[in-house]
């Protein structure tokens, strides 16, 4: 199972990116997760989505990015608005299925104030 992430960069503070995870296998009945890590902190979850398209947050990016999914692509996205610079990290996406984690590289995001 390979997970590739992409969609970081560089932004201003309030402006926007779209990060995508395309998987090489079905992620139809497995989660989909968003992760990040900033230096020197704990890798945390960011938003994760069920195959029954049920969504979860982080209490500090609710109301700004939303996770959705794209079954016949096997991709899921997170939409970030309104970035902060506390978003700056590496954001990882992993895919949880038949009891088992799966993790992409990740991707940086960096926030500028």
């Known amino acids: 199972v390979q997970l590739q992430a992409s969609g970081g960069g560089l932004v201003q503070a309030g402006g926007s990116l779209r990060l995508s995870c395309a998987a090489s296998?079905?992620?139809?009945?497995?989660?989909m997760s968003w992760f990040r890590q900033a230096p020197g902190k704990q890798r945390e979850l960011v938003a994760s989505?069920?195959?029954?398209?049920?969504?979860n947050y982080a209490d500090s990016v609710k109301g700004r990015f939303t996770i959705s999914r794209d079954g016949p692509k096997n991709t899921v996205y997170l939409q970030m608005n309104n970035l902060m610079p506390e978003d700056t990290a590496t954001y990882f996406c992993?895919?949880?299925?038949?009891?088992?984690?799966?993790w992409g590289q990740g991707t940086q995001v960096t926030v500028s104030s």
């Open positions: 992993r895919l949880t299925a038949q009891y088992n984690d799966y």
């Open positions: 296998v079905s992620i139809y009945s497995g989660t």
């Open positions: 989505i069920r195959s029954g398209r049920d969504t």
